[in-house]
């Protein structure tokens, strides 16, 4: 039989790429979005879930266990992004987005982990980020909760091993696809002691998208680890010098990469 896949947020972007690949490589792949368009037609099935609704979450993985017995696979793509200073970000923003790329996060995975322990068997793919492995000037939000979802991933990593359940993080770099707009981005208030650095990272953080790698290529990793009888803790996927950013700042003294870093975003 082949593999059962949950993905979550495949209606655009990451999520879709992946969605498709694994249904092409034979999985029975069920993706999510919070209000799943039956108009539009992929080659896997689409289920309406949104990570912020816990009895939705359990609603879509309940549905997809009475129709196919088990669930072997949870790739956790579901994520917000957010832009801003700060000082400038209001606080309920801060709150919306570890709520979704956190907190809901942590839900799908409650709701798969009983299934996948009875089973004795199961992966999940946790998405986080190459931005998760250091503070970045206005994304610090974002890069908080990609960073905390690869320490919860690894604690919980260690909770589910004895029940042959693989836990794994993939840290995509920029990729070329629309979260920019549909990221939360802080307005560049013209009183802010920001405005100017704020507004210039903003059109290098869109640049970035723009010529970012192909989804594909996240797709292809996921499918390895799949494939993969004991997979990896950690996986990067991105251009040479994204990785080498991590390996930087675990070399180097402190304040040298945060010059590195201050340089890079001019400021």
Known sequence: MSKVV???????????????????KGFKVYGTSRNPDTTQKFSFEMIALDVLDVQSIN???????????????????????????????PTEEMRAVFNTNLFGTIDVMKAVLPQMRSQNSGTIINVTSIAGYMGLPFRGLYSATKGALELITEATRMEVKNFG????????GDFATNIAAGRYHTPVFENSAYKEKYQTNLELMDAHVDSGMNPIEMAKVIYKIIQTENPKIHYKVGGFMEKFSIVLKRILPDKMYEKLLMNHYKL
């Open 59 to 89: 609603k879509a993985v309940d549905l997809i266990i009475a129709k196919e017995g088990k669930l072997d696979v949870l790739v956790n793509n579901a994520g917000m992004g957010i832009t801003g200073p700060i000082e400038d970000t």
């Open 165 to 172: 359940i693989h836990m794994v993080n993939v840290a995509p």
């Open 6 to 24: 949950l993905i979550t947020g495949a209606s655009s972007g990451i999520g879709k790429a992946i969605a498709i690949f694994l249904s092409e």
